[in-house]
């Protein structure tokens, strides 16, 4: 095997090679990481490192040159981006907007305090990493934003993965955990895009971004969401969902991303938008989730991490200062995140040992973490370095997360978080 | 809106313009040719053409080139490559060997019939057209070969989508057709590997392709098949799908795709011979449909359409002459698919009227026969003012279908062919 730029006859041939190689890649790593009780979404991660240039790139270059040629990255990035925007709109789709409205006084606070801290002390640790880890291109705003915005993520997909594995999903302490994720990530969301709508505005018309994105919220909310809402009932009536109205939906996703995109905020925000204004329940969502579920998870998600791997040199984070440096984000994104939570939870009423669960729960990240990252990368908000600690960040806090609730649940028996509702 | 070659951080906007026009085009068109009592796919046919160089490139070139600029022609490509994979992994699911199995005599005359009688007609058409509209590079085998193949495609889906339509896909005249189409696909496919891998032989080395190609259908029909029958087998007893085994059967479609684009013949034929080692009636074989029908329809095979049209230069066509070689060339694939499945029909003992319908069916050609087209054009056999006529005869052969067939069945009552089984 050599390194070399395939001529464009053979584009299809290194596709399907990186497609096949990746997706084995990520069923593999799931399998090894499962024995660890981790989640698969962990394998998959890790897989996506291990081709890039942090392994891979290391021990055979030329390997890694031929599964991932340049001729071929902006396909790949293509498909990730087109599998993460699906995710976030399945994400959308599961999004109970009937129950988050039904949301307690504890879910509220414990989600929006285990926001807060680890937003202000990544916002405080900017002052240290910006003049060390930034350049000039960057102004200080928009990077303390989006260092606040990247420590105060939870994986709320990752994390009731984890619930439902350990069939915890339907306790109090799962069900208190997964409202306080879903809460915090639709806050995590608008202050992403809040970010990202400043940093465009920094490098380009801030007015037109601000004028797009009202004018695109005013049309979902005001326009489109009673249409939906009407045609979703319509549909209801008739039984079965019918291929155009598929097509409507995954064409309206398809339009709900590009006004985003052009917006000047992300394609994401649009396609998870679009997935929350189709009612949770209806028989047309259910349909969605099932058709795409499967595809996205076993195709386009391993190709996501894939491309994320390959833009994560492990390599760059060298000596013993910047080590350091990796190792005093992965402690104030867990002390914000569980700290937060926990320090809520415990004001709340809950039993220290609940307390500390929901602390070690809202501390996972997985891969929402790593979407709001490679915005960063993308936007230039990041540097390669800079990138490369805040993924070992996300890996660390996500791996973290399960054996520190096995250790949690051996020490006090069976969960049973106090149902504090107000 | 001007032609520009978008930088590298618009690549996202573009993609998603482009999708969202393309998906938006071929439903528009689709609900128009429903009107004319044409299937949907017609519909989409006709939005790729009108969105490439044949219309909107000489309305408005500036509007082509901002919805598909040159820089994410290779993407779209991929993903139109990626989607007829998925579409022809489809064709191999709901492929009924069994059934296939139980032919009948007729069945088995009438679609080698009408496969010859096309394939003869192609062959002594190219005798003429080699010297007109051929180079210098192709081999007049390939050539003549090839020309055969596309004359005598049938397009199983639009045949099936045309009898569903019209309520016919129980009667015995619409079982006959589609086991004939269903046969005589096979043979075509056959067929195409066969003129590819010769093609590829005429350009490459002869030998490596063959033994490739050997010891890949070794490989999956001694190794894979019994494999997956157990496994289906093992599947059905545990009753629900796994997410592990449908990662097996994608990961198992992509690599048998590569396989085949390794040998030297197209990534379509591993897509769909992996389709068909999947029983049909399984319930592994149902998830993966339910999962991949709608996306692949109404997202993916748009933009091969698209990308098919923006190939198509009707414009090339130009002069008296080249219009009468266009009329000469669908005058020979009708006379002989109509005349092949006619004759054969009215040998094997059915009415004249139903010999007819059975002869107009199967000069259905779609998108099987642009699939063929972008193969011939993509490997170098068909020049693009020869690419533009097959597709002209594609689309006017299928087009004719749904009158012809309404004439005939207006002129003499309800169908009933004549059960001819052996």
């Given at each position: 095997m050599t390194a070399v730029v395939p001529p464009a006859q053979d584009v299809l041939f290194h596709v399907l090679l990186a497609l096949v190689v990746v997706v084995a890649?990520?069923?593999?790593?799931?399998?090894?990481?499962?024995?660890?009780?981790?989640?698969?979404?962990?394998?998959?991660?890790?897989?996506?490192?291990?081709?890039?240039?942090?392994?891979?790139?290391?021990?055979a270059p030329a390997v890694m040159h031929y599964i991932q040629p340049p001729a071929i990255a902006p396909?790949?990035?293509?498909?990730?981006?087109?599998?993460?925007?699906?995710?976030?709109?399945?994400?959308?789709?599961?999004?109970?907007?009937?129950?988050?409205?039904?949301?307690?006084?504890?879910?509220?606070?414990?989600?929006?305090v285990s926001i807060v801290v680890p937003f202000a002390l990544g916002m405080g640790l900017a002052v240290f990493l910006h003049p060390r880890l930034s350049t000039a291109d960057v102004p200080f705003t928009v990077f303390a934003l989006f260092?606040?915005?990247?420590?105060?993520?939870?994986?709320?997909?990752?994390?009731?993965?984890?619930?439902?594995?350990?069939?915890?999903?339907?306790?109090?302490?799962?069900?208190?955990?997964?409202?306080?994720?879903?809460?915090?990530?639709?806050?995590?969301?608008?202050?992403?895009?809040?970010?990202?709508?400043?940093?465009?505005?920094?490098?380009?018309?801030?007015?037109?971004?601000?004028?797009?994105?009202?004018?695109?919220?005013?049309?979902?909310?005001?326009?489109?969401?009673?249409?939906?809402?009407?045609?979703?009932?319509?549909?209801?009536?008739?039984?079965?969902?019918?291929?155009?109205?598929?097509?409507?939906?995954?064409?309206?996703?398809?339009?709900?991303?590009?006004?985003?995109?052009?917006?000047?905020?992300?394609?994401?925000?649009?396609?998870f938008l679009a997935g929350a204004l189709i009612p949770h329940d209806s028989r047309l969502a259910q349909t969605l989730t099932r058709a795409l579920a499967d595809v996205v998870v076993v195709l386009f998600l391993p190709v996501f991490f894939a491309s994320t791997g390959m833009r994560t040199e492990i390599g760059l984070v060298s000596g013993a200062s910047e080590w350091l440096i990796c190792g005093l984000i992965i402690l104030t994104a867990s002390a914000g995140k569980f700290g937060g939570a926990f320090a809520a939870a415990r004001v709340m009423g809950f039993a220290g040992r609940d307390a500390a669960a929901l602390g070690?729960?809202?501390?996972?990240?997985?891969?929402?973490?790593?979407?709001?990252?490679?915005?960063?990368?993308?936007?230039g908000i990041l540097t390669p370095t800079l990138f490369a600690m805040l993924v070992l960040m996300a890996v660390a806090t996500t791996f973290a997360t399960t054996p520190l609730l096995d250790w949690l649940m051996r020490r006090g028996g069976a969960p049973a978080a106090e149902p504090v509702r107000s």
């Open positions: 890649a990520a069923r593999a790593c799931g399998a090894l990481v499962a024995r660890l009780h981790q989640p698969p979404v962990m394998g998959e991660v890790l897989a996506g490192i291990l081709l890039g240039p942090s392994l891979l790139g290391q021990v396909i790949l990035s293509s498909l990730a981006q087109l599998g993460v925007m699906l995710f976030m709109f399945l994400v959308g789709l599961e999004l109970d907007t009937v129950r988050l409205g039904r949301r307690t006084r504890a879910m509220i606070v414990i989600s929006q260092l606040g915005v990247s420590l105060s993520v939870t994986a709320f997909p990752v994390l009731a993965r984890i619930l439902t594995d350990r069939g915890l999903q339907g306790s109090d302490l799962g069900l208190i955990a997964l409202s306080c994720a879903a809460v915090g990530d639709v806050t995590a969301w608008c202050l992403l895009a809040l970010v990202t709508a400043v940093a465009s505005a920094a490098l380009a018309s801030a007015w037109i971004t601000f004028a797009i994105t009202a004018a695109y919220l005013a049309v979902m909310f005001v326009v489109v969401r009673p249409l939906v809402a009407r045609a979703v009932r319509a549909q209801e009536l008739r039984g079965t969902v019918s291929q155009g109205a598929i097509a409507l939906a995954l064409g309206g996703m398809l339009l709900s991303a590009l006004a985003t995109e052009a917006a000047g905020i992300h394609a994401i925000f649009g396609a070690v729960l809202m501390n996972t990240r997985g891969l929402m973490e790593l979407i709001v990252l490679n915005v960063g990368l993308e936007r």
